[in-house]
């Protein structure tokens, strides 16, 4: 059975662990508060939020729905990871004519909870009886409040977490951040409080979100490991029609997303979504996906794939689920 931390307390057995010494020479330090949540980058503004919830809204969702039925809160939600591939599967998931998705991100459970629940419900798009509401926010999955809040308002929510190579995703996160922040040190000067002593700084965001069996745990005091799907990343790029066949079982859906819906891009190095039957050009991730990462020190990455190691064996025993991570690093 998975670790639980008990509800008295707020640190499980991968917070523990992360305070504790792992290997000769690499001590893992983390501050007092060192998880509590930081401000998440978002590309979702009010404004666009104000303009999904006014009247006559469609929600962002897809134009082809005809605008009538009623906004419901939503049944399932993508809660993370940042840079783990939520945007991908946000929009293979809203191909599906059962499915009706925010395009935005509600930040709710993180950012906007105070406004309630019949703000969040305006923000939705409307949907017939039988259709699914969604959306994605993955700062949800490292927001300590998230898991109660969500649990608070419908306990059966169905949760998808798309996980990824935590060293990549951590680069990928840099990446972003560089692209509107050039002037921010280096990812090498980022990712340690001591290089020369090896000690990672698991305080900053792009190196904790990774550490994916520590977050688990918070939302596992509250929801069952069978309401909670976590995808592959990097087979939802490698292959996707088989990522989106277990989505859409998860969801109750009947499998209309397969792989004629996909057409691989080689120059972004992703598939783009294209509808069958229409002609158009397929439709890709905007240019703010699939950036050039910048050359980082291959000791700094040895460094992080022995810090991330004894997490991810721990996510794997804690859902069950192999993503072979370490196996993908040695075959480079």
């Known amino acids: 059975a998975p670790p639980r931390a008990s509800n008295g307390s707020r640190e499980g057995a991968a917070g523990t662990w992360l305070r504790t010494q792992l290997a000769p020479g690499e001590v893992i330090t983390a501050q007092s508060g060192a998880f509590e949540r930081d401000p998440q980058e978002s590309s979702t503004t009010d404004e666009e939020l104000s303009r999904a919830g006014s009247p006559g809204s469609r929600g962002g969702s897809g134009s082809t729905t005809p605008d009538y039925g009623e906004k419901r809160l939503p049944q399932a939600l993508i809660i993370g990871v940042k840079k783990g591939g939520t945007r991908a599967l946000l929009e293979a998931i809203r191909a599906h004519p059962d499915v009706r998705a925010v395009g935005t991100e509600p930040h709710f459970f993180d950012r906007n909870y105070e406004k309630g629940l019949e703000w969040y419900r305006n923000v939705m798009p409307k949907t017939l009886d039988g259709q699914i509401t969604m959306e994605k926010t993955p700062s949800y999955f490292v927001t300590n409040e998230a898991p109660r809040r969500i649990h608070s308002m419908a306990k059966d929510t169905k949760l998808i977490v798309v996980v990824r190579n935590p060293v990549t995703r951590a680069i990928s996160d840099y990446t972003q951040t560089l692209s509107k922040k050039p002037e921010i040190p280096t990812f090498e000067v980022l990712a340690f409080k001591n ?138």
């Open 195 to 332: 290089r020369t002593l090896g000690l990672i700084d698991a305080s900053w965001s792009a190196i904790r979100i990774g550490i994916y069996a520590l977050h688990l745990e918070n939302w596992l005091q509250y929801f069952p490991l069978s309401q909670i799907l976590f995808v592959s990343g990097e087979r939802l790029i490698t292959d996707p029609a088989g990522e989106m066949a277990k989505v859409q079982d998860f969801l109750g859906l009947k499998r209309i997303v397969t792989e004629k819906h996909f057409y691989f891009n080689k120059t972004k190095g992703f598939p783009c979504l294209k509808k069958p039957e229409d002609s158009s050009a397929p439709r890709c991730l905007g240019k703010s996906k699939g950036r050039t990462h910048p050359k980082i020190d291959p000791d700094v990455i040895h460094r992080l794939r022995k810090f991330y190691k004894p997490f991810n064996v721990m996510f794997y025993q804690m859902t069950g689920q192999d993503f072979q991570w370490e196996q993908e690093e040695s075959d480079k």
